[in-house]
């Protein structure tokens, strides 16, 4: 097994590519239902440059859209959540409603030919899964059928019992999938997690591949604040499990050499009380997190520079990478 070649990693056309092929394709998870759990509710989101959102609108309905004005292809919010009744475009003033529907286009009063209904938002798919929320622009295959094994991997996991608390979003310097070729193998814990790697029993750490995702095990020792198992799926986000609560991320590419991960953090007791010992688990979350954005940044100059040529996978510790890799392969084309 060898790496993926490094042109694939820095060429801005692989980027585009992806996009069509990867995240366009895919189920995206855009993090807590709750977010859209009342009506009027909406999350707004970049997926690899493509601008979407959902919304649950006042029949109780989730739809989801992308957030282009059928006008002349202006942005119609901005990322993040919030909570409207209807959408006008700030450009022109068109006005949508949250069921799509074209409501007001100024200026065009009775245009011969121009008909409001012709012009509605252009819908694509939402779905929820354990509390969890998914779109998709052009998916390839139902929600259930992408997330493969996971359904059964998490069947006596309660994590839709888990309320968001807290949102971060973090960012770095090298492509995306450099970092998920970091995220889905053990063996840089040694030399990147010095402290992580003294708080598990490396020898004993499991890297397996399965429909939809990649799940690494290590027996925890005392005083890791993870549980022992971390999970990946395909194509872009992470399930890690803590006492108490879990975390989610997606990983975002905002150009060829700069990646954003958005995490969530839920946690089962949300009583005052355990308000610092909430913020301790999330800052080591994130601690963890940001010590592998150095050795990412270092490795994308090295491909950008031509400096590398393909290397060999570990059959032990990297059955994720190559799990990875030959999906996006795959949707690459071969």
Known sequence: MLNLDPRLYVDPAVLGRERETIFARSWQMLGPAAQVAERGQYVAADLAGLKVFAI???DGTLRAFRIVCRHRGARLLEDGTGRCATI???YHQWVFADDGRLLNAPWFGEEPGFKPEDWPLEEIHAAEWRGLLFVAVDPREDLLSQLGALVEEL???PIETYQAVRSETVSFDANWKIY???FVEGCHIPGIHPKFFAAIDFEAFETTAHKGFVRMTAPPREGLFYRGKWLWMWPNWTLSLFAGGMNTSRINPVGPAR???LYDFYFADLSPAHDEARSDTIARNLAVVREDYEICAATHRNYE???YRAGPLSPRHEQGVHYF???VRQSLGG
Do not use: H
């Open 88 to 90: 006008r475009c700030p």
């Open 325 to 327: 890799q030959e999906r």
């Open 259 to 261: 990646t954003e991960q």
């Open 305 to 307: 520079a031509g400096n």
């Open 180 to 182: 998920t070729d970091n």
């Open 56 to 58: 649950r609108g006042r």
């Open 155 to 157: 069947a006596d996991e």
